[in-house]
């Protein structure tokens, strides 16, 4: 069974090719589901203070958190969910977009990389969920 | 899992939105809809079409027979008189019509008393209402098997309650309300019953005159009918002394610049051009659940929530909510699983359960969960459904064990 907490040692894309050789790597989505949920499990903790209404990221079922803050341009999220396979998406964009340039965000380019590891297909309710407004704000953060 | 099932299990072919391989588990939150539904939705703006009650041609009177006949239809499914019932836009809408016109007569110190496993619709009228009036609203217990604790809720009754407004059938834990119990209570007091049917009107026989209530309402799409339709009945002299509501076309009588004076019920409490062709899919959906008949169809799906019961309680991990003995819905948790992930796993099988607080987020107080992941069955289910639910389930435990 795959264990990758250290993808997230550091935030970094080259992370995320690493997740997608992974996903390439398992030929069985359970497997892919159980690296989502350790991706979300090797999350920095997200501090409780932080979670309040301002940083909810409005989703039905599951709720996420969102809580940038800038350094320069460089963009800096703290962020959690109460449900694993969402926070390891959480987690999955993290790695694209943490630590970098306002500039270099796109959350077209973030959507068009979950889409081509499968997950839009395999994760549908995740469309009309937190995640999808998660993206959407990091994007109005970015602009 | 191989109970025996009535012949029910076999209408899943009337229903064109039940793709194969697909288990939908969520007919609580919506059913899907027969043919006989969505052909009579498609009569009704095709062939028959035009306005009701203003047309001086045939096809409008017509439309208007058929628009009535449809209230005669709805009346007789409840056992109601036609001009007791009122078309709205689905039970929420008939709990704030009540809310905001027979509710405009209560006086500070009013009380109005609702159960802890009530849906958001039918508690936030009334606190809507005691924020402009200065009404109390107190909240029933429940039992230690999630049921409205009908004994606690009558001895909670006082001179001052003017209103008890309970759900038939829990939306999250399918638990069923004495409903006739509480009415007599109620009415001992002076108080009057609003029963919330949205999951009863589906597969319970409702007759308002032996459940003695005063209001009722439930919604069209959860009855295999029409998103947009549902249904308000209040007792004839109740509804007669309730103002108008919306202001507009149809609910009047005479207007003129000096004043207006309104229609009888129901028309007064429908203003404007009204959902004609919801109205009759609604009734198409009507004859569509008796044909089959609403004893088979509880008899059914109390059956396969059973089963599903008994397959939830081989895994360890379950937690399960509500009465052994509920109509055909159960919610259920997964310890050190979010409902949520649940929920995606199970679509991943090809299972459509809801995940959430089921807008009844004071009840997952109650049961000390954030969420619950609920599985509701309908006349088109069978056990194969409960089967890859129960798989699905086992496939959660493997992958979060």
């Given at each position: ?9 550091a935030m970094?894309?080259d992370?995320?090719e ?6 390439e ?8 589901y159980?690296?989502l949920i ?11 203070a932080l979670?309040t209404?301002?940083?909810k990221v409005?989703?039905c079922?599951?709720?996420v958190?969102l809580y ?12 959690d ?21 306002a500039?270099d ?12 590891l ?26 | 899992m191989t109970?025996?099932?009535n012949p029910?299990h ?8 039940l793709?194969?391989?697909w288990?939908?588990?969520d007919?609580?939150?919506?059913a899907q ?5 969505i052909?009579?939705?498609?009569k ?23 628009f009535?006949?449809?209230?005669a239809?709805?009346a007789?499914f409840i056992?109601a ?9 689905g ?15 209560l ?5 109005i008393?609702?159960s802890?496993?009530e849906h958001?619709s039918n508690?936030?009228?009334w606190q ?7 009404i109390e609203?107190d909240?029933?217990p429940?039992?230690?098997?999630h049921?409205?604790?009908e ?5 909670m009754l ?6 008890v ?7 999250v834990?399918g638990?069923?309300a004495d409903?006739?119990k509480v009415?007599d ?6 108080a ?9 009107a ?17 919604s ?10 549902g ?9 007669n ?11 009047i ?20 051009t009204?959902h ?13 659940v008796?044909?089959?008949?609403l ?11 059973a089963?599903?019961?008994e397959?939830?309680r ?7 909510f509500?009465?052994?003995e509920?109509?055909?819905?159960v919610s ?6 979010h409902?949520?992930d ?18 009844c987020q004071p009840?997952?107080?109650?049961l000390?969960v954030?969420?619950?992941a609920?599985?509701?069955?309908a006349v ?7 089967e ?14």
């Amino acid at each position: 069974m795959p264990r990758v907490p250290h993808l997230l040692r550091a935030m970094t894309p080259d992370n995320f090719e690493d997740v997608e050789a992974e996903f390439e790597a398992l030929d069985d989505w359970d497997d892919r589901y159980r690296v989502l949920i350790d991706l979300g499990r090797a999350l920095p903790p997200m501090p409780e203070a932080l979670k309040t209404d301002a940083t909810k990221v409005r989703g039905c079922a599951s709720q996420v958190w969102l809580y940038p803050t800038r350094d320069g341009e460089r963009l800096h999220f703290a962020a959690d969910s109460d449900a694993a396979i969402v926070k390891g998406l959480v987690a999955l964009v993290l790695l694209l977009v943490q630590e970098r340039a306002a500039a270099d965000i796109d959350p077209a380019a973030i959507r068009a990389r979950l889409d081509a590891l499968g997950l839009s297909k395999h994760l549908s309710s995740n469309r009309t969920q937190g995640l999808a407004s998660m993206i959407a704000r990091i994007g109005e953060l970015a602009a | 899992m191989t109970a025996p099932l009535n012949p029910a299990h076999s209408h899943r072919a009337n229903f064109p939105g039940l793709a194969d391989n697909w288990a939908y588990l969520d007919s609580a939150a919506t059913a899907q809809k027969p043919q006989a539904v969505i052909d009579a939705i498609a009569k009704g703006y095709g062939p028959d079409y035009a306005t009701v009650h203003r047309g001086v041609y045939a096809r409008s009177a017509t439309m208007t027979e058929r628009f009535e006949a449809a209230r005669a239809t709805v009346a007789r499914f409840i056992g109601a008189r036609p001009d007791e019932v009122v078309f709205v836009r689905g039970a929420t809408e008939g709990i704030n019509l009540v809310a905001q016109t027979w509710g405009s007569s209560l006086k500070p110190g009013d009380r109005i008393l609702i159960s802890a496993l009530e849906h958001h619709s039918n508690i936030v009228p009334w606190q809507l209402l005691r924020d402009r009036t200065g009404i109390e609203v107190d909240v029933a217990p429940l039992t230690a098997d999630h049921r409205i604790d009908e004994a606690a809720l009558i001895a909670m009754l006082t001179p001052r309650t003017k209103l008890v407004a309970i759900a038939h059938v829990s939306n999250v834990l399918g638990s069923i309300a004495d409903i006739a119990k509480v009415a007599d209570a109620a009415h001992a007091v002076g108080a009057l019953l609003l029963v919330d049917g949205c999951q009863a009107a589906p597969r319970l026989s409702v007759d308002v005159a032996a459940l003695g209530c005063d209001f009722y309402v439930f919604s069209g799409h959860k009855l295999y009918g029409p998103t947009g339709i549902g249904v308000l009945w209040a007792r004839a002299e109740i509804l007669n002394t309730m103002p108008p509501w919306q202001g507009g076309g149809a609910m009047i009588e005479t207007v003129t610049f000096a004043g207006s004076t309104y229609a009888p019920a129901p028309q007064r409490f429908e203003a404007g051009t009204p959902h004609i062709v919801g109205a009759i899919g609604l009734a198409a959906a009507i004859d569509y659940v008796e044909g089959i008949g609403l004893g088979a169809i509880d008899a059914h799906e109390r059956q396969l929530a059973a089963l599903a019961r008994e397959g939830l309680r081989r895994i360890n991990s379950v937690r399960l909510f509500g009465p052994e003995e509920s109509a055909g819905i159960v919610s259920f948790a997964l310890d050190g699983v979010h409902p949520h992930d649940i929920g995606t796993i199970l679509d991943e099988s090809g299972v459509a359960i809801r995940a959430g607080h089921h807008c009844c987020q004071p009840l997952m107080g109650l049961l000390g969960v954030p969420a619950t992941a609920r599985a509701s069955f309908a006349v088109y289910n069978d056990a194969s459904d409960v089967e890859r639910l129960i798989d699905g389930v086992k496939r959660v435990t493997r992958i979060f064990g």
